[in-house]
């Protein structure tokens, strides 16, 4: 167990849909990421935030936004789904940021099935 | 493009058979790290080397960093049906950048 959680574990929704992932980091840690796998893409990085704030973006899409809350927990909301946006989504948080090395622990994962 | 390269994409193998699988790149990284996934769940950590040349053992993997910072290789020595996974890299370019993840090397260990 990493400490990270995530919420849905399954999601199945139509075309078009809105829905909301949504993910604990591990206690104390500040970084949240947000990452989509699916097979033929592999691993790719969608969003960072730190401490509340937008620190990196990577392939996200417009339909897609995340954000982080006081808390520190985060949601990613993905709208206008397409069939395309079916993948694996996964959080993952970290204690540090901006320094030579951060390790990251991932969360469970939430499957998303777009029919 | 893809920064990390892993190969080889696929590994089928016999227990108590060793094993080498790499990760390469024509950049330079701060820090590299292995992850291993299951089906169904989250990438764990199982490593980060951070030292042109470094050498990690964890058990029966043993980690290497490139002199260069540009490659690393995971080596699995009597694999077991337990080490059936799949083998993520990943590396940080700088301190400020996203880790970069490769594709993976799918691992399957037969009892």
């Known amino acids: 167990d990493s400490g990270v959680t995530q919420t849905p574990k399954h999601l199945i929704t139509a075309t078009g849909q809105r829905v909301t992932l949504r993910c604990s980091p591990r206690?104390?840690?500040?970084?949240v990421y947000w990452y989509q796998q699916s097979l033929d893409q592999g691993l790719q990085f969608l969003i960072q935030y730190y401490n509340g704030e937008e620190r990196a973006k990577g392939n996200i899409l417009e339909r897609f936004s995340a954000q982080q809350f006081p808390d520190l927990h985060s949601e990613l909301n993905l709208s206008s789904l397409e069939l395309g946006d079916s993948a694996l989504y996964f959080c993952?948080?970290?204690?540090?940021?901006?320094?030579?090395?951060?390790?990251?622990?991932f969360g469970p994962g939430t499957r998303l099935t777009v029919t | 493009t893809q920064l990390l390269e892993q190969s080889p994409q696929f590994l089928s193998i016999q227990e108590g058979e060793n094993l080498t699988v790499y990760c390469n790149s024509s950049s330079v990284f701060s820090s590299l790290q292995w992850y291993r996934q299951e089906p169904g769940e989250g990438p764990v950590l199982l490593v980060t080397v951070v030292t042109g040349g470094e050498v990690k053992k964890l058990k029966r993997l043993t980690f290497q960093f490139g002199d260069a910072r540009k490659d690393s290789s995971l080596h699995i020595t009597a694999a077991q049906p337990g080490d059936t996974g799949l083998y993520l890299c990943?590396?940080?370019?700088?301190?400020?950048?996203?880790?970069?993840f490769g594709k993976g090397t799918r691992l399957s260990v037969i009892a």
């Open positions: 993952a948080s970290s204690a540090t940021s901006g320094t030579p090395t951060y390790e990251q622990y």
């Open positions: 990943a590396g940080e370019t700088s301190g400020n950048t996203p880790l970069v």
């Open positions: 206690s104390g840690d500040l970084s």
